[in-house]
């Protein structure tokens, strides 16, 4: 009896093949969960920088809840990048979720400081940690 990948025309992925994709799902999960990870625990940086207040707790709320952006974002992200994954093709979102969360984290890392441009550096944090969301959910839901 013959396989329905046999039927519909389409060859079986050898092992080579899963494992490489496996790996590359992987190595991609890690690299934008660290994104989350060095964000949240950077906050005693981050806060004073971006967002001051001259009261410590509310630069931590204010960290934190720029973290819960990225958070609430990601539903959106599985959305627009599994419907994009469905139309273009996996490889070719995954590659964008990746290169878009390097980019984000990036530019976190080169925001000048509040003291500097003021309320455009919470503002830029902000959009910056939207886009870290929408690649997070993206990807994350892409890989598995």
Partial sequence: MASEAAIAGQREPTQKEI??????????????????FI????FYII???FFPSG???LEI???WATFA????????????????GDK?????????TVTL???????VGFIPSAETIGLAAPLIVIFLRILQGLALGGEYGGAA
């Fill in 61 to 63: 709320l204010m960290v």
């Fill in 88 to 96: 273009l093709g996996r490889k070719y979102t995954f590659l964008v």
């Fill in 55 to 57: 009261n410590p707790t």
């Fill in 101 to 107: 969360m390097g980019i984000a984290t990036a530019g």
């Fill in 19 to 36: 494992r490489l994709v496996i790996g590359a799902s992987s190595a991609g999960t890690i690299f934008e969960w660290y994104d989350f």
């Fill in 69 to 84: 952006i990225g958070f609430g974002f990601r539903p959106v992200g599985a959305i627009l990048f599994g419907f994009l």
């Fill in 39 to 42: 964000y949240g625990t950077l």
């Fill in 47 to 49: 806060g004073p920088t």
